[in-house]
């Protein structure tokens, strides 16, 4: 059973571009969550999608935008890219409900030049 | 507003001595808890979690954590570190009354494990 799958591993991007990253879940879950991890800091929560609908977001500006699909895969969309946004994106899956557990990809990693 | 602090940034400890890494959270009500570790390169792997119930749980690799209400902590311990434990530990806050699965993360614990 494949766990959360995150794809590219590594991205280097300059700023002003634009870039998409991908997540599939764990088998079985339906809510993919994406965090930001910056060098040497906790994650953060970006936002999180169940039944392709954003239902909760986190601090972060609009330029962050995602999408999930009908197979509960999901996509981050990052627009004009600052130098700040170079980070590990994480994406987690869960079942959707309380208190289910996250589980978490291996990320990638952007570098933003 | 939520928040969780872990104090402590790097801890080394020697290989088969116990260890104690320090979580306090705040939050407008009990929490579900967790603890996380992320080898370098890596993602995060979950130790363990606290729901309800038994305030001291037990995880994977022998840790165990103790939900202490009254200080509002949720340390993680092991009786007896190995080399392989080197890593980054994340202690983090969910809530209980939604659906929602928003997870705050502390700053993180470097844990160093000398010969």
């Known amino acids: 059973d494949a766990g959360v799958t995150q794809s590219p591993t590594h991205l280097i991007k300059t700023r002003g571009q634009q870039v998409t990253l991908r997540c599939s879940p764990k088998?079985?879950?339906?809510?993919v969550s994406w965090y930001q991890q910056a060098l040497g800091q906790g994650p953060q929560f970006i936002f999180q999608y169940y039944e392709e609908e954003e239902r909760q977001r986190g601090n972060f500006p609009d330029r962050f935008s995602g999408h999930q699909f009908p197979n509960y895969s999901s996509e981050l969309n990052v627009n004009a890219l600052l130098l700040g946004d170079s980070a590990l994106y994480l994406c987690?899956?869960?079942?959707?409900?309380?208190?289910?557990?996250?589980?978490f990809g291996p990320g990638t990693r952007l570098l933003v030049l | 507003a939520q928040s969780v602090t872990q104090p402590d940034i790097h801890i080394t400890v020697s290989e088969g001595a116990s260890l104690e890494l320090r979580c306090n959270y705040s939050y407008g009500a009990t929490p579900y808890l967790f603890w996380y570790v992320q080898s370098p390169g890596q993602g995060l792997q979950l130790l363990l979690k606290?729901?309800?119930?038994?305030?001291l749980v037990q995880g994977i690799k022998g840790f165990e954590a103790e939900f202490k209400r009254s200080q509002s902590s949720f340390n993680l311990r092991k009786p007896s570190v190995h080399w392989s434990d080197a890593a980054e530990y994340f202690c983090?806050?969910?809530?209980?009354?939604?659906?929602?699965?928003?997870?705050?993360f502390g700053t993180g614990t470097r844990l160093l494990v000398s010969p």
């Open positions: 987690a899956s869960s079942l959707e409900g309380k208190g289910e557990t996250q589980y």
């Open positions: 606290y729901f309800s119930g038994d305030t």
């Open positions: 983090a806050v969910g809530p209980m009354n939604t659906g929602f699965q928003k997870l705050v």
């Open positions: 088998s079985g879950h339906d809510t």
